[in-house]
């Protein structure tokens, strides 16, 4: 644990918790939210953050989320707001060790949504809980299904395939639960004890990071290959079709959708999405960047099953509606004004 700041007299300090902020995303989030002017930043990894991510926060621990005396310290030291749970084990890392996933995944998202009723509990004011979901919570039955399907709805087509996706999935059940239900037959209950709000983003593309564990990971590794003049051999054929969004996109739903008034949400679980070229369009597109990219289709079976049956297109009108979401980047600007420029940047100067 870093002690930059330290609850003074017994008064625990105020505190936004960031878990998995190690992570892709929570790069971005924790930079996102100090240029914003939060500085009541408390974030958690199961490796040491780096320096950069270190000091842009209040406080940085090193730990499990399925660690249940860290997560008491956590209660005992901070009088935490706000909770943006990005702690998980992506789709293809899942596979190999499918019960160790369902403990992270499933094991300590209760945890934490159990630590977020409880400090909602002790200081009267309820927890906000940030969860990214994914495309991955859906399962469509097979190709002719999703050519169909067309832009699929938040309820439809719900019967996911890997462990990631029936976990991720089932934790915004429990999220619902926690916000609506908790405890619904004990005598001591607190109605609504916490905020509960998700979206299920699609594949993500940054130009800092590169993901690792995920299925839909083709897309940043073949743009991160081709800015780098290396070959890149992409596991899924050129027709697969899923929606992505880029990082920088990713990171404003996320704060858009914690700062929404509560009185806008008619839900409690959001698709989000920006754009939805084919592998094999996108291929083309990173060529066209990348002059010198060698891109070869080498499909592998399973990885393919899994994206298969991940909806072409999502229809994202009701975060539209209810909270504004309007991604900054199409297509043509991810890479333009995005992509293209940051990572030939940070290529050069590596
Ligand atoms: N990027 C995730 C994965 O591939 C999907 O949300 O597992």
């Known amino acids: 644990m870093t002690q930059k700041s330290s609850a003074a007299g ?29 500085r009541d930043i408390v974030a958690l990894d199961i490796r040491k953050l780096d320096r950069e991510i270190r000091s842009l926060c209040m406080e940085t621990f090193v730990g499990d989320i399925c660690d249940a005396a860290l997560l008491g310290r956590l209660l005992a030291t901070f009088e935490i707001t706000e909770m943006f749970h990005l702690a998980a084990l992506l789709s293809t890392r899942a596979e190999f060790t499918p019960e160790t996933a369902h403990d992270v995944n499933v094991g300590g998202t209760l945890s934490l949504l159990q630590l977020a009723a409880e400090q909602s509990r002790s200081h009267g004011r309820r927890v906000r809980f940030i969860l990214p979901s ?61 905020e509960f709000r998700g979206v299920r983003f699609p594949g993500l593309i940054s130009a800092d990071t590169v993901p690792s564990g ?86 592998d079976l399973q990885r393919q099953a899994i994206v298969d049956s991940w909806p072409a297109d999502v229809d994202d009108s009701a975060a539209r509606r209810d909270w504004g979401f309007a991604p900054e980047h199409d297509l043509d600007t991810a890479f333009s004004e995005y992509l293209v420029p940051r990572i030939r940047a940070r290529y050069t100067e590596a």
């Open 214 to 299: 995920g299925t839909s990971d083709f897309a940043p590794e073949m743009i991160h290959a081709a800015a780098q003049d290396e070959p890149y051999a992409c596991f899924v054929r050129p027709d697969t079709r899923i929606p992505f969004m880029t990082m920088p996109d990713a990171i404003q739903a996320l704060l858009q959708l914690a700062n929404a008034p509560e009185d806008a949400l008619s839900r409690h679980v959001y698709n989000l999405q920006s754009f939805n070229p084919s592998a094999g369009e996108l291929a083309k597109i990173v060529q066209g960047a990348f002059p010198n990219a060698e891109i070869t289709f080498e499909p």
């Open 134 to 194: 994914s495309i991955a919570a859906y399962g469509i039955a097979d190709l002719e299904t999703k050519a169909a399907a067309g832009k699929v709805l938040e309820d439809d087509h719900l019967m996911p395939t890997t462990m990631y996706g029936c976990n991720k999935l089932y934790v915004e059940h429990l999220g619902r639960y926690y916000a609506s239900h908790y405890r619904q037959l004990a005598q001591d209950r607190i109605d609504n004890i916490l």
């Open 10 to 38: 017994g008064r625990r300090n105020s505190a936004v918790l960031i878990t998995g902020a190690g992570g892709e995303v929570g790069h971005g989030l924790i930079r996102a939210l100090h240029d914003s002017g939060r």
